[in-house]
């Protein structure tokens, strides 16, 4: 699992997956385009909606969720990245959001 920035993110966004791991309450202020949204207490039981032959970017508020999911998908079998900063950076940087 690798820590990858708010610019690698946005440049992978479109070919790799993007897993939200907020809560409802977070996930309505705003998420990256396109991402899938499985809270992060959900993952277990979700697995199979994600792809494994395809690289997932792991995204949170902070970056420190994101980094548990990463590190657990990666022990399952994912190739996982965590978004440092989370959406806190990816929304003070400017960078599109959907609701």
């Known amino acids: 699992m690798a820590g990858i920035t708010i610019h ?3 440049a992978r966004r ?11 309450f977070e996930v309505a202020e705003g998420m990256l385009p396109g991402a899938l949204h499985i809270p992060m207490g959900q993952l277990m039981s979700r697995l199979d909606e994600l792809d494994k032959t395809r690289p997932v970017i792991v995204v949170c508020r902070s970056g420190n969720r994101s980094a548990r999911v990463a590190e657990a998908l990666t022990t399952a ?5 965590t978004m ?11 960078f599109p959001t959907t609701r």
């Not at 440092?84 to 400017?94: A, I, K, N, P, R």
């Open 8 to 10: 690698d993110t946005n």
């Open 84 to 94: 440092d900063g989370g959406m806190l950076d990816w929304q003070h940087e400017g």
């Open 14 to 24: 479109n070919q790799d997956q993007v897993l939200d791991v907020r809560e409802d």
């Open 77 to 81: 079998g994912y190739t996982a990245d």
